[in-house]
């Protein structure tokens, strides 16, 4: 059986990850500072070092095929560029850049041949609304991290990232939001599940930013 490890394995997409995981016959274990339903859960803090080093511990995996840092702060670290404190930018950095060296790190050894990393970040680090600039920095991070890994850890590991666009379980969205997206819908948890799947099977594929957003950054927009 194939194991993962889940990073923000109680959040959004990190839930849709490892259920689709499970239903394909792997065993997955969830690190989170909040617990889900799904898997193995192991109470982590990804930008604390000795927090995942004793995840490992706790988990006591002596081997690894997929690792999927999805974990990390969101739109709590939005915020005027003038008001921003240290401590938010370092949370924010911690959580999704640092925790992803960290995990990644971590997770080198227990990976087998022909094993995956994939990176999870997100548009916001090729397109910006501003007050995301502190998150957006984290996840352009996350990229570049990513395709040096890729370098660096191939063959034996595959390095990859995704790049999400407007994820939601909300069914009442206006027909305006829907109709931003060339594909005529909002992207649902359920399509970044299906992307990390692929990309943890793809063998030929490594280095690679999968932008995964509906068409949405494609699309160019004028007012009028």
């Given at each position: 059986?194939?194991?993962?490890?889940?990073?923000?394995?109680?959040?959004?997409?990190?839930?849709?990850?490892?259920?689709?995981?499970?239903?394909?016959?792997?065993e997955?274990?969830?690190?989170?500072?909040?617990?889900?339903?799904?898997?193995?859960?192991?109470?982590?803090?990804l930008?604390?070092?000795?927090?995942?080093?004793d995840?490992?511990?706790?988990?006591?995996?002596?081997?690894?095929?997929?690792?999927?840092?999805?974990?990390?702060?969101?739109?709590?670290?939005?915020?005027?560029?003038?008001?921003?404190?240290?401590?938010?930018?370092?949370?924010?950095?911690?959580?999704?850049?640092?925790?992803?060296?960290?995990?990644?790190?971590?997770?080198?050894?227990?990976?087998?041949t022909?094993?995956?990393?994939?990176?999870?970040?997100?548009?916001?680090?090729?397109?910006?609304?501003?007050?995301?600039?502190?998150?957006?920095?984290?996840?352009?991070?996350?990229v570049?991290?990513g395709?040096?890994?890729?370098?660096?850890?191939?063959?034996?590991?595959?390095?990859?990232?995704?790049?999400?666009?407007w994820?939601?379980?909300?069914?009442?969205?206006?027909?305006a939001?829907?109709?931003q997206?060339?594909?005529?819908?909002?992207?649902?948890?359920?399509?970044?599940?299906?992307?990390?799947?692929?990309?943890?099977?793809?063998?030929?594929?490594?280095?690679?930013?999968?932008?995964?957003?509906?068409?949405?950054?494609?699309?160019?927009?004028?007012?009028?």
């Open positions: 059986m194939k194991r993962a490890i889940v990073t923000g394995g109680s959040g959004l997409i990190g839930q849709a990850i490892c259920s689709r995981l499970l239903q394909d016959g792997w997955v274990a969830s690190f989170d500072l909040k617990e889900g339903k799904l898997g193995i859960q192991i109470h982590c803090d930008s604390s070092e000795a927090s995942i080093i995840a490992f511990h706790k988990l006591g995996w002596d081997r690894l095929d997929l690792l999927v840092n999805n974990g990390g702060m969101v739109f709590d670290t939005f915020m005027q560029f003038s008001e921003a404190s240290l401590e938010k930018w370092n949370s924010t950095i911690g959580s999704h850049l640092t925790g992803a060296f960290l995990m990644s790190r971590a997770a080198q050894p227990l990976l087998a022909g094993g995956s990393i994939i990176m999870m970040a997100s548009t916001r680090a090729l397109m910006s609304e501003g007050v995301d600039f502190a998150y957006a920095a984290a996840k352009g991070g996350m570049a991290l395709q040096a890994l890729a370098v660096q850890l191939g063959p034996k590991i595959r390095v990859n990232t995704i790049a999400p666009g994820i939601t379980d909300e069914t009442n969205l206006s027909d939001a829907e109709a997206h060339p594909v005529g819908r909002v992207g649902r948890p359920e399509d970044i599940a299906e992307a990390v799947l692929y990309l943890a099977s793809a063998g030929f594929v490594t280095g690679q930013t999968l932008v995964v957003d509906g068409g949405m950054t494609k699309k160019m927009i004028y007012t009028e």
